[in-house]
């Protein structure tokens, strides 16, 4: 069988033939694979809104649903994101070490709900979370935008009291949390929610902290979620080894390290991670965001970051934007790709979505990434399912038709074009 996905037709039944084409085959069984997803957020909940309760409910049923999309590992904030509707924090008063007044309240509202739609349909949901932000009296200036945080004793006992308040909270509302990442993009300032963390600063508060307070909550510590290293000189300090590679030489951080996240030009580090620490979990945790337009062209170039990944040992891909109102900005002024696109009332699933559902409807969790040998094996991902059935994206980046055989079937691929062979 063949799904194929163009231009102008999405994700439809596509033509063998009896020509024969580019052989393919398969080769070393790699990582096994936890799953697919995308990430919630307060404007994503904004945007299904708009929504009728019929169409809304239609596009989580479609996003969710095993016999849909099927995703299964999600990703949250912890706090404010740069797609919240503004800075917020769970504890926003000074010297408060004990988190006395710490309350997930704010997130009742918008995010929670949304939250819980997902888990509902996805009877095998995992999700991990990470903040963008701690609260403002623990930096050591009271922004949210830039800055670092104020590495005191007092300071660093208060914010893993957080994380762990935070944890017993989500899962007493039914959040099936089981990774937390300390930091959205350590590696960087931004004007949006964030903070800045050098990897020794990481590898501190993970082994003399964070660790030590989650231990016993039922989530497991990932690193990162890592934006580095930068592919040019601008950062000397965001190198691989100056993070995950740093914090692997502390003892009482790696005990507590049971994987690594990445995301944008984390993708670098990737063959240095899987040379370095081939049994330790790596996921992508952020897709590429594009801007805004959701064109055909942005999903050709994710296919080859997907491509990448999983090339490259992660057990997971997270899309970043569920849902967005259509030509709308970030809080912060920019614009982002989305799954849904909302536009005067109504949902339009973008081609990213199909793209994502060319992987995340056929590859099942526990499946195994499998390497593809032949000519063209750089335009495919392939997987075997815990059934022993085969999957294989390919991706077709040329103008004219390409024939490819696998095993005993040829299958055409239309120009331009994604496609799943199972």
Same mark, same amino acid.
């Given at each position: 069988?063949?799904?194929?996905?163009?231009?102008?037709?999405?994700?439809?039944?596509?033509?063998?033939?009896?020509?024969?084409?580019?052989?393919?085959?398969?080769?070393?069984?790699?990582?096994?694979?936890?799953?697919?997803?995308?990430?919630?957020?307060?404007?994503?909940?904004?945007?299904?809104?708009?929504?009728?309760?019929?169409?809304?409910?239609?596009?989580?049923?479609?996003?969710?649903?095993?016999?849909?999309?099927?995703?299964?590992?999600?990703?949250?904030?912890?706090?404010?994101?740069?797609?919240?509707?503004?800075?917020?924090?769970?504890?926003?008063?000074?010297?408060?070490?004990?988190?006395?007044?710490?309350?997930?309240?704010?997130?009742?509202?918008?995010?929670?709900?949304?939250?819980?739609?997902?888990?509902?349909?996805?009877?095998?949901?995992?999700?991990?979370?990470?903040?963008?932000?701690?609260?403002?009296?623990?930096?050591?200036?009271?922004?949210?935008?830039?800055?670092?945080?104020?590495?005191?004793?007092?300071?660093?006992?208060?914010?893993?009291?957080?994380?762990?308040?935070?944890?017993?909270?989500?899962?007493?509302?039914?959040?099936?949390?089981?990774?937390?990442?300390?930091?959205?993009?350590?590696?960087?300032?931004?004007?949006?929610?964030?903070?800045?963390?050098?990897?020794?600063?990481?590898?501190?508060?993970?082994?003399?902290?964070?660790?030590?307070?989650?231990?016993?909550?039922?989530?497991?510590?990932?690193?990162?979620?890592?934006?580095?290293?930068?592919?040019?000189?601008?950062?000397?300090?965001?190198?691989?080894?100056?993070?995950?590679?740093?914090?692997?030489?502390?003892?009482?951080?790696?005990?507590?390290?049971?994987?690594?996240? +990445? =995301?944008?030009?984390?993708?670098?580090?990737?063959? =240095?991670?899987?040379?370095?620490?081939?049994?330790?979990?790596?996921? =992508?945790?952020?897709?590429?965001?594009?801007?805004? =337009?959701?064109? +055909?062209?942005?999903?050709?170039?994710?296919?080859?970051?997907?491509?990448? +990944?999983?090339?490259?040992?992660?057990?997971? +891909?997270?899309?970043?934007?569920?849902?967005?109102?259509?030509?709308?900005?970030?809080?912060?002024?920019?614009?982002?790709?989305?799954?849904?696109?909302?536009?005067?009332?109504?949902?339009?699933?973008?081609?990213?979505?199909?793209?994502?559902?060319?992987?995340?409807?056929?590859?099942?969790?526990?499946?195994?990434?499998?390497?593809?040998?032949?000519?063209?094996?750089?335009?495919?991902?392939?997987?075997?399912?815990?059934?022993?059935?085969?999957?294989?994206?390919?991706?077709?980046?040329?103008?004219?038709?390409?024939?490819?055989?696998?095993?005993?079937?040829?299958?055409?691929?239309?120009?331009?074009?994604?496609?799943?062979?199972?």
């Amino acid at each position: 069988m063949i799904i194929s996905t163009t231009e102008n037709k999405f994700f439809t039944k596509g033509n063998t033939t009896n020509q024969n084409g580019t052989v393919l085959s398969y080769g070393e069984e790699k990582q096994l694979i936890r799953g697919f997803g995308c990430c919630f957020s307060e404007l994503s909940a904004l945007a299904l809104n708009e929504l009728t309760e019929k169409e809304k409910n239609e596009i989580l049923d479609e996003l969710f649903l095993e016999e849909n999309c099927n995703f299964n590992y999600c990703r949250t904030p912890i706090g404010a994101s740069d797609f919240a509707t503004d800075f917020y924090s769970y504890n926003e008063t000074d010297g408060d070490y004990e988190m006395k007044n710490f309350s997930i309240e704010r997130d009742e509202k918008l995010l929670l709900p949304l939250i819980l739609e997902g888990v509902n349909r996805q009877k095998d949901m995992q999700m991990f979370a990470s903040p963008w932000c701690p609260p403002l009296w623990l930096k050591t200036k009271k922004v949210y935008s830039y800055g670092v945080f104020n590495r005191t004793e007092e300071n660093y006992k208060a914010y893993a009291l957080y994380f762990k308040k935070y944890v017993q909270a989500y899962h007493k509302a039914g959040v099936p949390l089981i990774h937390i990442h300390p930091q959205n993009e350590p590696c960087s300032n931004q004007v949006f929610p964030s903070c800045v963390w050098k990897g020794s600063e990481l590898a501190e508060f993970i082994g003399g902290y964070l660790g030590p307070a989650l231990e016993n909550e039922g989530v497991d510590i990932f690193y990162g979620t890592i934006n580095g290293p930068e592919g040019d000189d601008r950062y000397s300090w965001t190198k691989y080894c100056h993070y995950l590679g740093l914090a692997m030489q502390n003892e009482k951080a790696r005990k507590y390290i049971k994987g690594v996240g +990445y =995301q944008w030009a984390g993708k670098f580090a990737l063959p =240095q991670t899987r040379d370095d620490y081939p049994n330790l979990e790596l996921i =992508q945790t952020e897709s590429e965001c594009g801007d805004g =337009q959701n064109t +055909y062209e942005r999903m050709m170039e994710v296919f080859g970051l997907m491509r990448h +990944y999983f090339r490259f040992g992660a057990s997971a +891909y997270v899309y970043w934007n569920l849902a967005l109102k259509h030509g709308q900005p970030s809080t912060w002024g920019w614009h982002q790709n989305s799954l849904i696109s909302v536009k005067d009332g109504k949902g339009i699933y973008t081609p990213e979505f199909y793209l994502m559902k060319h992987f995340s409807h056929f590859v099942k969790r526990g499946a195994r990434y499998v390497e593809t040998k032949g000519e063209f094996a750089s335009s495919c991902a392939s997987f075997k399912n815990p059934d022993g059935q085969m999957v294989t994206v390919v991706y077709n980046p040329y103008e004219f038709e390409k024939v490819i055989t696998i095993g005993e079937s040829s299958y055409i691929l239309p120009p331009r074009s994604v496609n799943t062979i199972v």
